[in-house]
């Protein structure tokens, strides 16, 4: 064997013969094996494997070697050979041509198979080890596991590869991550040869032997950093000779010793045992690396490639894509988590830390509901979404809010209570709950669906009912594109205790004014601080806990004496948010009322659809100005709704600014403010709104007359005035571009920034003056400096003139006309100008966090604080009313200013403009009128009543038919309503429901004439459906919604029951349906609308003829021939006329639904003939009941001759 390698190394290329030494060279990657004499077996194992390695170079018949036809790397192995630096000889190819040691031929420890993932065991399934080299570096200092990994956590960390390329987007270029890649070089060459050889000694180290024999992993087979990157190639993984069980590779691998992986592996897994539940991207230079599962669960959801490297799988994204890809990750319920590097490499490579790997922090984490920060809300990159220029971004949904869920079980009582607080941060948005709900969670439901969360927090011990509730939502959720997020927390969080030792610690602790006391805090239910409690931890972990401290944000979720209620079923069953298609606005009430231009106009738009008002006055308010934006010839509210198109999201722009989110670790990093270009675009766009809407004022005093509409854009400009003088202190250019170093205009103020640039231009200045010396040198007096791919300072020199540049400097770059230096001053001195540029880019960014506090950390004017010394005179002037007390930076945090809650109340009026403007648009399409409300009446009076949607969905060339309603509490108040199927009855009684719901809205309603009393409710029960997770069929869940309905409607509410009893036998069906409408005339007396195919219901009329009416659909009947011997029965075939008539139908004639249906021929005879017998059946049993009535009250022969004589 010996022989046979001396003998290759001889005839190998001289870049192999190099790197390939004799005997010695061999017996050190042995690790010792002369000396420790190891089994025989074991070295024939590895002999015998050597040459199965070596089969890539084959002898030739004359003792040349040729590459094996197989082999596709050959020719690649042999040029990276030749182009190997000095440095990288020790690259030698006997590690790749022999690479199983005898010291790593053993039974790993600590690398069994049983911390393998299953998902990994699949992927090993397509690779194999191959024999040739793959060309990498030699191992770099700090890099415990060789490749190319450097002190800043591994030069393929900055330089990249063409396999981590994600997205389809490069890694080249200008990004963000360049400077870091090119120092990252640069330092690496500074390391010198100690810090290599010192690696490598670390590198050829044996592990000690294990007793223990387990399952070989990958690494045991190969040198660290070089077996463990060898290509995947189709086939099995084999075992080397001699040694048992299977090879397998680990994406996560657990047990490892820490000698094992890389130091930024190491520095992984510390971050990854803190966060286990969150997938974390690492910022490794220009680009984000996800490692071991939390790779394979990005590359699949993302589509990018995903490979392994050292210990872990890997795969990476572009910095500057980060949040495309964030909120991609987040949208399918994942939890993300950032983590940045702390140190910046010029300041690093001048520090006593230099030769160390890069410090990294979890810097922000991601949930569906928590997207906010900079890395995920880039305003500038979203306006381009929404001018449809970058079609891959996740936008934000309408709603994004936070639910968190507790129960309460009194069993004195036997009742269940149950606790809600639900939080949008995006928005600053709290909502409170609570309430006793049944075995059904019908309450919870109706809740659930008016919320709309992304995300649910429930402890672990959640009921089962209400865990099969949230299933279903989040199933349903799924289907329409859009999943919801369940968190599960411990129960100790949500135990009154627990929950309220954290409630006072976090209200007493604030000292916000305005921030809500804690007497009030204590003042709520028990439920909601069981609520409260986990919802502040949880919140903590993404420092977004400081939207719970303001009072004005709180409100009660359904509060019975402001909003009409509307049940879960009435949301799904009216389509009053979501069509029942699939899950889209499109088709539903809040879809015919939304015209909005704004995104939060949107959201309260969503609030008043899903709310109705009670009170009678504000519904007039919303009406009269309603009016008035379609009855004035004024100028002023067409420029007032100009304004609002083309605004970013204000509101949420807003709490973005105000959350000022710090970091994870507040050891280290800087806090995660919103960007630049956010607040710039937010601060300007308030601006320019307050004064343009100052410009309006005289013509809106003077002209408008609506109470409401005029208190809203009398109140706004004054609300936004601080914006305009906030932007006089940024400069334009750099707050649109990002660039915090020139952000302030002035630095009078800022005297940390003003030193750091007089030492900037300090430095500058020697390096223009070094000018004259390089003119000496070169003898050219116009010389000057050039700046090429983003490298300053460079001398060039032409290349017929390279004999004058002295010994001792620099090339740096050439091409072929021209060469180009620096001379050892310029290189110190450019180290310094990066250094202090560095510098005042984290100053900068200390400087901007502060200004953030001062914007909207401020007292009100009215607080006259006292005169601020310390705070710049740009800030102290933003206000001239206003007087502020200057204090630090953590005591100026804990204040809390009325800037935010202006600015969130002046977007709140802008919002319901927006609203107003779009219930306007609503209103003029046709035939659409004011209604009539008749506070104190309880009735419905429609004419020429038209369904909203489907009126919108046909357009005006397709004609609607009209109906009429009249419900009057005192008179008839109930209707029966019969018909064909398919006649239309399901669209009138929703038509009458919608039409109550926009007029309570504040809307006006598709009809000619609408006089309707407030209602402080509407229930319904429709359609025929079963409910697998709440574990009910389809009969048990029709009369379950009927019990609620039972026991929730009072006299002022509109009850809607579409066929009940239809799920159980005939006779069961007419007795449930009887008592139950009985009930509701009787006892209820609410108004009611009954669809029934069950005739007997019709005799109700005849019981309670003053407050039942029977109705029906009328239709066309052709009546088919009477069947003969001949000729088969034929179905009926119905003309509907879709139009409410006065009386009940005889049939439903399902048959000609059939038809419709589509029903082969054959079938629809063979019913029609059962269908006449069945009635034949019947008709002669009534007539024999009939007759034998007639026959029992006949007392005299006489009539008994003449009843005879008729009936024979």
Same mark, same amino acid.
């Given at each position: 064997?010996?022989?046979?390698?001396?003998?290759?190394?001889?005839?190998?290329?001289?870049?192999?013969?190099?790197?390939?030494?004799?005997?010695?060279?061999?017996?050190?990657?042995?690790?010792?094996?002369?000396?420790?004499?190891? !089994?025989?077996?074991?070295?024939?194992?590895? %002999?015998?494997?050597?040459?199965?390695?070596?089969?890539?170079?084959?002898?030739?018949?004359?003792?040349? *070697?040729?590459?094996?036809?197989?082999?596709?790397?050959?020719?690649?192995?042999?040029?990276?050979?030749?182009?190997?630096?000095?440095?990288?000889?020790?690259?030698?190819?006997?590690?790749?041509? %022999?690479?199983?040691?005898?010291?790593?031929?053993?039974?790993?420890?600590?690398?069994?198979?049983?911390?393998?993932?299953?998902?990994?065991?699949?992927?090993?399934?397509?690779?194999?080890?191959?024999?040739?080299?793959?060309?990498?570096?030699?191992?770099?200092?700090?890099?415990?596991?060789?490749?190319?990994?450097?002190?800043?956590?591994? $030069?393929?960390?900055?330089?990249?590869?063409?396999?981590?390329?994600?997205?389809?987007?490069?890694?080249?270029?200008?990004?963000?991550?360049?400077?870091?890649?090119?120092?990252?070089?640069?330092?690496?060459?500074?390391?010198?040869?100690?810090?290599?050889?010192?690696?490598?000694?670390?590198?050829?180290?044996?592990?000690?032997?294990?007793?223990?024999?387990?399952?070989?992993?990958?690494?045991?087979?190969?040198?660290?950093?070089?077996?463990?990157?060898?290509?995947?190639?189709?086939?099995?993984?084999?075992?080397?000779?001699?040694?048992?069980?299977?090879?397998?590779?680990?994406?996560?691998?657990?047990?490892?010793?820490?000698?094992?992986?890389?130091?930024?592996?190491? &520095?992984?897994?510390?971050?990854?045992?803190?966060?286990?539940?969150?997938?974390?991207?690492?910022?490794?230079?220009?680009?984000?690396?996800?490692?071991?599962?939390?790779?394979?669960?990005?590359?699949?959801?993302?589509?990018?490639?995903?490979?392994?490297?050292?210990?872990?799988?890997?795969?990476?994204?572009?910095?500057?894509?980060?949040?495309?890809?964030?909120?991609?990750?987040?949208?399918?319920?994942?939890?993300?988590?950032?983590?940045?590097?702390?140190?910046?490499?010029?300041?690093?490579?001048?520090?006593?830390?230099?030769?160390?790997?890069?410090?990294?922090?979890?810097?922000?984490?991601?949930?569906?509901?928590? $997207?906010?920060?900079?890395?995920?809300?880039?305003? *500038?990159?979203?306006?381009?979404?929404?001018?449809?220029?970058?079609?891959?971004?996740?936008?934000?949904?309408?709603?994004?809010?936070?639910?968190?869920?507790?129960?309460?079980?009194?069993?004195?009582?036997?009742?269940?209570?149950?606790?809600?607080?639900?939080?949008?941060?995006?928005?600053?948005?709290? $909502?409170?709950?609570?309430?006793?709900?049944?075995?059904?969670?019908?309450?919870?439901?109706?809740?659930?669906?008016?919320?709309?969360?992304?995300?649910?927090?429930?402890?672990?011990?959640?009921?089962?009912?209400?865990?099969?509730?949230?299933?279903?939502?989040?199933?349903?959720?799924?289907?329409?594109?859009?999943?919801?997020?369940?968190?599960?927390?411990?129960?100790?969080?949500?135990?009154?205790?627990?929950?309220?030792?954290?409630?006072?610690?976090?209200?007493?602790?604030? &000292?916000?004014?305005?921030?809500?006391?804690?007497?009030?805090?204590?003042?709520?239910?028990?439920?909601?601080?069981?609520?409260?409690?986990?919802?502040?931890?949880?919140?903590?972990?993404?420092?977004?806990?400081?939207?719970?401290? *303001?009072?004005?944000?709180?409100?009660?979720?359904?509060?019975?004496?402001?909003?009409?209620?509307?049940?879960?079923?009435?949301?799904?069953?009216?389509?009053?948010?979501?069509?029942?298609?699939?899950?889209?606005?499109?088709?539903?009430?809040?879809?015919?009322?939304?015209?909005?231009?704004?995104?939060?106009?949107?959201?309260?738009?969503?609030?008043?659809?899903?709310?109705?008002?009670?009170?009678?006055?504000?519904?007039?308010?919303?009406?009269?100005?309603?009016?008035?934006?379609?009855?004035?010839?004024?100028?002023?509210?067409?420029?007032?709704?100009?304004?609002?198109?083309?605004?970013?999201?204000?509101?949420?722009?807003?709490?973005?600014?105000?959350?000022?989110?710090?970091?994870?670790?507040?050891?280290?990093?800087?806090?995660?403010?919103?960007?630049?270009?956010?607040?710039?675009?937010?601060?300007?766009?308030?601006?320019?709104?307050?004064?343009?809407?100052?410009?309006?004022?005289?013509?809106?005093?003077?002209q408008l007359s609506s109470s409401l509409l005029r208190g809203l854009l009398l109140d706004t400009p004054e609300l936004l005035a601080p914006a305009h003088n906030f932007l006089k202190v940024l400069n334009e250019k750099a707050a649109k571009s990002g660039d915090k170093r020139e952000l302030f205009c002035d630095l009078s103020g800022f005297p940390v920034l003003q030193e750091r640039r007089v030492e900037i231009q300090s430095v500058l200045t020697e390096i223009q003056d070094h000018r004259r010396e390089v003119r000496y040198t070169l003898r050219t007096p116009t010389l000057d400096y050039v700046r090429v791919s983003g490298q300053e300072f460079l001398i060039e020199v032409k290349n017929s003139m390279v004999s004058v540049v002295p010994s001792d400097w620099v090339k740096i770059s050439s091409t072929k006309a021209v060469s180009r230096y620096q001379?050892?001053?310029?290189?110190?001195?450019?180290?310094?100008?990066?250094?202090?540029?560095?510098?005042?880019?984290?100053?900068?960014?200390?400087?901007?966090?502060?200004?953030?506090?001062?914007?909207?950390?401020?007292?009100?004017?009215?607080?006259?604080?006292?005169?601020?010394?310390?705070?710049?005179?740009?800030?102290?002037?933003?206000?001239?009313?206003?007087?502020?007390?200057?204090?630090?930076?953590?005591?100026?945090?804990?204040?809390?200013?009325?800037?935010?809650?202006?600015?969130?109340?002046?977007?709140?009026?802008?919002?319901?403009?927006?609203?107003?403007?779009?219930?306007?648009?609503?209103?003029?399409?046709?035939?659409?009128?004011?209604?009539?409300?008749?506070?104190? *009446?309880?009735?419905?009076?429609?004419?020429?009543?038209?369904?909203?949607?489907?009126?919108?969905?046909?357009?005006?060339?397709? &004609?609607?038919?009209?109906?009429?309603?009249?419900?009057?509490?005192?008179?008839?108040?109930?209707?029966?309503?019969?018909?064909?199927?398919?006649?239309?009855?399901?669209?009138?009684?929703?038509?009458?429901?919608?039409?109550?719901?926009?007029?309570?809205?504040?809307?006006?309603?598709?009809?000619?004439?609408?006089?309707?009393?407030?209602?402080?409710?509407?229930?319904?029960?429709?359609?025929?459906? !079963?409910?697998?997770?709440?574990?009910?069929?389809?009969?048990?869940?029709?009369?379950?919604?009927?019990?609620?309905?039972?026991?929730?409607?009072?006299?002022?509410?509109?009850?809607?029951?579409?066929?009940?009893?239809?799920?159980?036998?005939?006779?069961?069906? %007419?007795?449930?349906?009887?008592?139950?409408?009985?009930?509701?005339?009787?006892?209820?007396?609410?108004?009611?609308?009954?669809?029934?195919?069950?005739?007997?219901?019709?005799?109700?009329?005849?019981?309670?003829?003053?407050?039942?009416?029977?109705?029906?659909?009328?239709?066309?009947?052709?009546?088919?021939?009477?069947?003969?011997?001949?000729?088969?029965?034929?179905?009926?075939?119905?003309?509907?006329?879709?139009?409410?008539?006065?009386?009940?139908?005889?049939?439903?004639?399902?048959?000609?639904?059939?038809?419709?249906?589509?029903?082969?021929?054959?079938?629809?005879?063979?019913?029609?003939?059962?269908?006449?017998?069945?009635?034949?059946?019947?008709?002669?049993?009534?007539?024999?009941?009939?007759?034998?009535?007639?026959?029992?009250? %006949?007392?005299?022969?006489?009539?008994?001759?003449?009843?005879?004589?008729?009936?024979?």
């Amino acid at each position: 064997m010996r022989l046979y390698i001396r003998k290759l190394s001889v005839k190998m290329p001289k870049s192999i013969k190099k790197s390939c030494t004799t005997q010695t060279s061999i017996s050190s990657y042995f690790g010792g094996l002369s000396s420790s004499a190891p !089994d025989r077996n074991v070295q024939s194992g590895i %002999i015998g494997n050597s040459v199965e390695l070596c089969a890539g170079l084959k002898p030739g018949p004359k003792g040349k *070697h040729k590459h094996s036809p197989n082999n596709n790397n050959g020719g690649s192995l042999l040029k990276r050979a030749k182009l190997a630096h000095n440095g990288q000889e020790k690259e030698d190819m006997n590690c790749e041509v %022999i690479s199983w040691r005898v010291d790593e031929i053993r039974a790993p420890s600590s690398r069994g198979a049983g911390s393998l993932s299953s998902s990994t065991l699949e992927r090993l399934k397509g690779f194999v080890c191959p024999s040739e080299p793959q060309g990498r570096g030699p191992p770099g200092p700090g890099n415990a596991g060789g490749g190319s990994e450097d002190a800043d956590g591994g $030069l393929e960390d900055a330089g990249g590869r063409p396999g981590d390329v994600g997205d389809g987007c490069a890694h080249g270029g200008n990004g963000p991550g360049d400077v870091e890649g090119r120092e990252a070089v640069a330092h690496r060459e500074m390391t010198g040869d100690k810090e290599r050889q010192k690696s490598e000694e670390e590198e050829w180290r044996s592990p000690e032997p294990s007793s223990k024999k387990q399952a070989l992993g990958l690494i045991q087979f190969a040198k660290p950093g070089e077996g463990r990157r060898r290509r995947r190639r189709g086939g099995v993984m084999k075992t080397p000779p001699g040694v048992g069980g299977e090879v397998s590779v680990t994406s996560a691998p657990c047990g490892i010793s820490k000698s094992g992986y890389t130091p930024l592996e190491q &520095q992984y897994l510390q971050i990854k045992e803190q966060h286990k539940d969150a997938l974390l991207a690492v910022e490794c230079g220009y680009k984000y690396r996800f490692f071991g599962e939390d790779a394979e669960k990005a590359a699949k959801q993302l589509n990018i490639f995903c490979h392994l490297d050292h210990n872990f799988m890997t795969c990476s994204i572009p910095t500057h894509r980060l949040f495309v890809h964030v909120r991609r990750l987040v949208s399918q319920g994942h939890k993300v988590g950032v983590v940045k590097q702390t140190e910046t490499s010029a300041i690093k490579a001048s520090g006593a830390n230099k030769n160390t790997l890069f410090t990294r922090q979890l810097s922000a984490l991601y949930t569906k509901s928590t $997207l906010v920060g900079e890395d995920v809300n880039p305003v *500038h990159s979203l306006v381009d979404v929404e001018e449809g220029e970058c079609d891959d971004v996740v936008t934000d949904p309408p709603e994004s809010y936070l639910l968190c869920l507790s129960e309460t079980w009194d069993k004195p009582r036997k009742q269940l209570t149950i606790g809600l607080v639900a939080v949008q941060p995006s928005t600053g948005d709290v $909502l409170l709950d609570c309430f006793v709900d049944g075995s059904t969670r019908c309450e919870l439901e109706g809740r659930v669906l008016k919320v709309n969360p992304v995300e649910i927090l429930v402890p672990s011990d959640l009921s089962v009912s209400s865990h099969r509730l949230l299933q279903s939502i989040v199933t349903a959720s799924v289907q329409a594109g859009d999943g919801v997020r369940i968190e599960k927390r411990e129960s100790a969080q949500f135990d009154f205790a627990s929950a309220m030792n954290t409630v006072t610690e976090f209200y007493c602790h604030t &000292q916000d004014s305005g921030s809500r006391p804690l007497s009030s805090i204590a003042s709520l239910e028990s439920p909601v601080i069981c609520c409260l409690g986990p919802l502040i931890h949880y919140l903590t972990e993404f420092n977004l806990q400081r939207v719970l401290l *303001h009072h004005s944000s709180f409100r009660h979720l359904s509060c019975e004496s402001d909003g009409m209620v509307l049940s879960a079923p009435t949301l799904r069953n009216l389509e009053i948010l979501t069509n029942q298609t699939d899950g889209g606005t499109k088709g539903s009430l809040l879809w015919v009322l939304d015209h909005t231009h704004t995104s939060f106009g949107r959201r309260l738009m969503r609030k008043w659809v899903s709310q109705p008002l009670k009170d009678a006055q504000s519904i007039c308010e919303r009406q009269g100005a309603v009016c008035e934006i379609l009855e004035s010839d004024s100028v002023t509210l067409p420029s007032v709704r100009a304004l609002l198109f083309r605004l970013p999201d204000l509101e949420r722009g807003v709490c973005s600014i105000y959350h000022k989110k710090a970091p994870l670790c507040h050891q280290h990093g800087q806090p995660c403010n919103c960007s630049t270009q956010e607040f710039y675009l937010i601060s300007s766009s308030l601006s320019r709104l307050g004064v343009e809407l100052q410009v309006l004022l005289p013509s809106i005093q003077s002209q408008l007359s609506s109470s409401l509409l005029r208190g809203l854009l009398l109140d706004t400009p004054e609300l936004l005035a601080p914006a305009h003088n906030f932007l006089k202190v940024l400069n334009e250019k750099a707050a649109k571009s990002g660039d915090k170093r020139e952000l302030f205009c002035d630095l009078s103020g800022f005297p940390v920034l003003q030193e750091r640039r007089v030492e900037i231009q300090s430095v500058l200045t020697e390096i223009q003056d070094h000018r004259r010396e390089v003119r000496y040198t070169l003898r050219t007096p116009t010389l000057d400096y050039v700046r090429v791919s983003g490298q300053e300072f460079l001398i060039e020199v032409k290349n017929s003139m390279v004999s004058v540049v002295p010994s001792d400097w620099v090339k740096i770059s050439s091409t072929k006309a021209v060469s180009r230096y620096q001379s050892p001053y310029l290189i110190g001195r450019c180290r310094s100008l990066s250094q202090l540029r560095e510098q005042l880019l984290i100053d900068s960014q200390k400087e901007w966090t502060n200004f953030l506090q001062y914007y909207f950390f401020r007292r009100s004017p009215r607080h006259n604080v006292g005169l601020n010394q310390g705070l710049p005179a740009h800030i102290n002037n933003i206000h001239p009313q206003s007087t502020v007390t200057y204090r630090s930076t953590t005591t100026t945090s804990s204040q809390f200013g009325e800037y935010y809650h202006t600015m969130k109340k002046a977007v709140g009026n802008l919002a319901t403009v927006d609203c107003l403007f779009s219930l306007a648009e609503v209103a003029k399409q046709r035939n659409y009128c004011r209604p009539v409300l008749c506070e104190g *009446h309880r009735q419905i009076v429609i004419r020429d009543g038209r369904h909203p949607v489907i009126d919108l969905l046909m357009g005006e060339h397709t &004609q609607y038919v009209p109906n009429n309603t009249e419900l009057q509490g005192d008179g008839r108040r109930t209707l029966i309503i019969t018909g064909p199927n398919m006649g239309g009855k399901s669209s009138y009684i929703r038509q009458v429901a919608l039409v109550s719901i926009m007029a309570q809205v504040g809307s006006y309603v598709p009809a000619t004439e609408a006089r309707l009393g407030i209602l402080d409710g509407i229930y319904t029960r429709m359609g025929a459906s !079963d409910s697998i997770y709440k574990g009910r069929s389809t009969f048990m869940e029709e009369l379950t919604e009927a019990s609620e309905i039972v026991t929730r409607a009072t006299e002022r509410s509109l009850v809607i029951l579409d066929e009940l009893g239809r799920g159980t036998s005939t006779h069961d069906g %007419i007795a449930i349906a009887y008592a139950t409408l009985e009930y509701f005339i009787r006892d209820v007396k609410s108004l009611t609308l009954f669809v029934t195919h069950y005739p007997p219901l019709c005799e109700l009329e005849k019981v309670y003829p003053l407050h039942v009416g029977n109705f029906h659909m009328a239709f066309l009947l052709n009546e088919p021939d009477i069947a003969t011997d001949d000729v088969e029965v034929q179905p009926e075939f119905i003309t509907f006329l879709y139009q409410l008539t006065e009386g009940a139908a005889g049939q439903s004639y399902g048959l000609n639904v059939a038809r419709l249906a589509e029903i082969p021929e054959a079938v629809l005879h063979i019913a029609a003939r059962k269908a006449q017998e069945l009635k034949n059946i019947v008709d002669a049993r009534r007539k024999s009941k009939r007759l034998f009535a007639e026959l029992w009250s %006949i007392d005299d022969r006489k009539a008994l001759l003449d009843w005879v004589q008729l009936n024979s």
